[in-house]
């Protein structure tokens, strides 16, 4: 079983909106959400930092997603408000230790390689 699990992925029309969420049996200081559509790269969507709650958010989905901790049940859920096409994507959870704190800008940064667990992924697919 994969350390992360992600649920929630699905369809939505442009304009709709879909949640993710993700159990958490790894708890990390930091905690993210990252997507990889077809044919490109994974990039960091958006990341948490779970003690102090810095997030970022990529800058193609702020106004629209919203990243949150719930501490009592252990998961991570992802708000997609707003979903346009090119959201299509399938989503991944992760957890890293703290050496991807970035201090300055108080953020967990959206580097992949800093994150030392994943979840399989859900997919999530935006058309009319």
């Known amino acids: 079983q994969a350390p992360l699990v992600e649920s929630g992925g699905g369809s939505a029309q442009p304009g709709g909106s879909l949640r993710l969420s993700c159990e958490l049996s790894?708890?990390?200081?930091?905690l993210g959400w990252f997507r990889q559509a077809p044919g490109k790269e994974r990039e960091g969507v958006a990341t948490i930092f779970r003690v102090g709650g810095g997030i970022f958010y990529v800058d193609s989905v702020k106004g629209r997603f919203t990243i949150s901790l719930d501490s009592e049940n252990n998961t991570m859920d992802l708000q997609m408000d707003n979903l346009e096409p090119e959201d299509t994507a399938m989503y991944y959870c992760?957890?890293?230790?703290?050496?991807?704190?970035?201090?300055?800008?108080?953020?967990?940064?959206?580097?992949?390689?800093?994150?030392?667990?994943w979840g399989r992924g859900t997919q999530v697919t935006v058309s009319s």
């Open positions: 790894k708890i990390t200081a930091c």
């Open positions: 992760a957890a890293g230790f703290i050496s991807g704190y970035d201090s300055r800008g108080r953020i967990c940064r959206p580097d992949e390689s800093l994150y030392n667990f």
